[in-house]
């Protein structure tokens, strides 16, 4: 497996590093590392520290920050920003944005699993400038060109 540099910025996070849950798991799941239990009423977002730094350091991997499938379908707790996106170069605390898109207030506990952060693998590009591109089966259709069913 993959070594990353992780920096633990709230002692109470030894006791809950990030694990994956099963062997398959795709996700780490992040904490909420609050002093306090923090309500989120129907429409707030707040940006929730996890206790944690990860410095992915090779320009080759990011990482991105999701909803955990329960808050998000039973509870509305989703994330501000849709997804996260770790740079490989970021330094500065891991932040959740915990946004309550449903309509009852959320009562976000300390040390609660709120996200998740998934490791991807990145493609950096450079641009290779044309007048026309190659053709492609595709072309220009899209915004559902190959109809619904
Ligand atoms: O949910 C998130 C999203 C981002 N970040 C951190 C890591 C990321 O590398 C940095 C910048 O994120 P992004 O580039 O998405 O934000 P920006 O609004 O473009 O800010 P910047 O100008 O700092 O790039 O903020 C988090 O901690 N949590
Ligand atoms: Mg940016």
């Known amino acids: ?24 798991s795709a996700g780490l799941d992040l904490r909420a590392c609050i002093d306090n239990p923090i309500t989120l009423r129907p429409g707030v977002t707040e940006l ?3 206790g944690l ?14 909803p955990r499938s329960g ?8 994330l501000g920003n849709l997804v996260g996106l770790i740079d490989s170069d970021y330094q500065g605390p891991l ?5 309550n898109r449903g309509s009852e207030a959320f009562v976000l506990q300390p040390m609660e699993r709120l ?7 990145v ?3 450079e641009f290779d400038i044309v007048d026309e591109f190659n053709d ?9 060109s190959t109809g619904r069913r």
């Open 1 to 24: 497996m993959r070594k990353i540099a992780l920096k633990i910025l709230d002692p109470r996070m030894n006791d809950f590093l990030p694990a994956y849950a099963t062997k398959g």
């Open 48 to 50: 929730v520290p996890t």
């Open 53 to 66: 730094s990860i410095h992915i350091a090779d320009p080759a991997y990011a990482a991105i920050i999701l």
């Open 71 to 78: 808050l998000g379908h039973k509870h509305g707790i989703v």
């Open 95 to 99: 932040m959740v944005s915990a946004w």
């Open 115 to 121: 996200a998740q952060l998934v490791v991807v693998p």
């Open 123 to 125: 493609q950096q590009v």
């Open 136 to 144: 492609s089966e595709r072309g220009t259709g899209g915004f559902g």
